[in-house]
């Protein structure tokens, strides 16, 4: 079987990721429109008012960071963080240049050869950070625009100076913070140190430790600096088994196993222990744990539902009772009407509207179907006019029928018709 290391894992999850975070926005599947007050998740555009969907979105996401966070500790700061990917990838550019150019100039003096190094690699990030700004904002401004005002260098409009602002504070992340980032100001470290406890994945250094040989090695490949082996609680450990790959490669060239895995807590097992069950190796150890996944599975089937019910295209139909009712000189009973269309696909509809159950009545509206142009809404007001019958109710009940073209969506309003009990306008 094939057999990775978590260095391995970890930088092919790392090139996942990297494609996702750039695609992401590109394809609608999670996008945060400002300006235009649109949310875009699982390619659907979500109006700012869809408050069911955005609810049961927002509390499935804080449910998984939350139920994450206690499962596996930090192991998504390692394996998927944009902050960690990134800052990874510029100190192993920052390190290859030295390297080439302590190779290519070696008629240069030692400083003037580190001062090149650093030179050129400052110069990379610029396009780097560029990109990396310009694909951060494209999750909050529609890309087309951005790249409209990339080119036209805009640093005039909110929106310009904002992406310019990215660009530098991207520029400073990466050429000069990157990982004390991690332990200094991240959100989610501080929210993983409260939600962890006595099951939460960590890496944990053997109690045998006369087998340890001294040889530092988990220090030194440690991308936050510290010693796995002072305690498995150090907040800076971001549980990306780089010391495990190195104590295991040492230990393992003197034919030992090495000293340093992942386990369930301070004294629970490994995460692929034998005789484990398939949920318990998933992190499913207790009651606490099922009932977070319960959750999560809760607020899933929420959103999944609200999803499945919506209509790109939402139509609602109201009586206007400013006026109840109006008579014209040929002895027809009028009434007003208001229609709201708000079309949230992504391509212009056609909204027809039918009265079912009204006899002798038709309607009066400038525009049947109506347009409706994708991503916009529309408001009109219309009247239906009806022949006064001989034995009227005062108040008369009907429907109105909706269908949306191309979609096909059909809906159905129960409506009033009001008719004088006694003749004469009001
Ligand atoms: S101590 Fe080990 S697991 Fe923790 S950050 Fe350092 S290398 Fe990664
Ligand atoms: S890599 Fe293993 S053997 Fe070497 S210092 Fe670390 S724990 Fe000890």
């Known amino acids: ?11 092919g999850t790392h ?35 869809e408050l069911a969907i955005m609810f ?10 939350g139920a994450a966070a206690m499962i596996y500790g930090r192991v998504y700061c390692s394996f998927l963080c944009p902050q960690m990917i990134f800052s990874e990838a510029a100190v192993s550019l920052e390190r290859w240049m030295g390297r080439l150019v302590r190779r290519r100039a070696s008629r240069l003096g030692l400083k003037a050869r580190d001062r090149v190094a650093k030179a050129l690699f400052y110069a990379l990030m610029v396009p780097a ?25 805009d640093l005039v409009t909110a929106g310009g100076i904002a992406g310019a602002a990215t660009t530098l504070l991207t520029f400073l992340d990466f050429a000069f913070v990157r990982l004390r980032f991690c332990t200094t100001a991240c959100p989610y470290g501080y929210l993983q ?25 988990c220090v030194r490949v440690c991308p936050m600096d510290i010693d796995i082996r002072a305690s498995p609680h150090q907040i800076e450990c971001v549980h990306c088994g780089e010391c495990i790959d190195a104590c295991d490669e040492v230990l393992g060239n003197l034919g030992r196993e090495g000293l340093i895995r992942y386990a369930w807590g301070d004294r629970g097992t490994a995460p692929l222990s034998a005789g484990a069950k398939w949920y318990q190796r998933l992190g499913l150890r207790d009651a606490k744990r ?22 790109p295209v939402l139509v609602r139909l109201s009586p206007d009772r400013s006026t109840l009712y ?25 909204v027809s509207i039918v009265i079912d159950g009204l006899d002798r009545a038709h309607l009066v509206i400038q525009e049947n179907p109506i347009l409706v142009r994708a991503g916009e809404m529309t408001q009109r007001d219309f009247q239906i ?35 004088p009990s006694e003749r004469g306008s009001m």
């Open 193 to 217: 140190a409260m939600l962890a406890d006595r099951g939460t994945l960590l890496v944990r250094y053997s109690e045998e430790t006369a087998q340890c040989i001294e040889c530092r090695k």
């Open 56 to 65: 049961f979105a927002l509390m499935f996401l804080m449910a998984l960071i």
């Open 385 to 419: 006019e009806r022949q006064a019958g001989p034995v009227d109710l005062a108040v008369i009940h009907f429907t109105l029928s909706t269908k949306t073209v191309p979609d096909g969506d059909a809906m159905l309003f129960p409506m009033t018709f009001i008719t």
């Open 326 to 350: 109006t008579l014209t000189d040929a002895g027809e009973v009028l009434n007003r009407y208001h229609v709201t269309i708000a079309n949230r696909g992504r391509h212009d509809a056609r």
């Open 290 to 311: 099922f009932a977070i996944l319960l959750v999560l599975l809760f607020y899933a089937s929420g959103l999944a539902i609200a999803l499945s019910m919506r209509h």
């Open 129 to 153: 950070s560029v990109f990396l700004a310009f694909v951060f904002i494209a999750y909050f401004v529609e890309p087309a625009d951005l790249w409209a005002r990339l080119l036209s260098l």
């Open 1 to 11: 079987m094939l057999s990775l290391s978590y260095h391995q894992l970890r930088k």
């Open 15 to 49: 090139l996942v990721c990297f494609l996702v975070f750039v695609c992401l926005p590109f394809v609608d599947v999670l996008r945060f429109d400002i300006p235009r007050q649109r949310f875009y998740f699982a390619g659907q555009e979500l109006w700012i008012n």
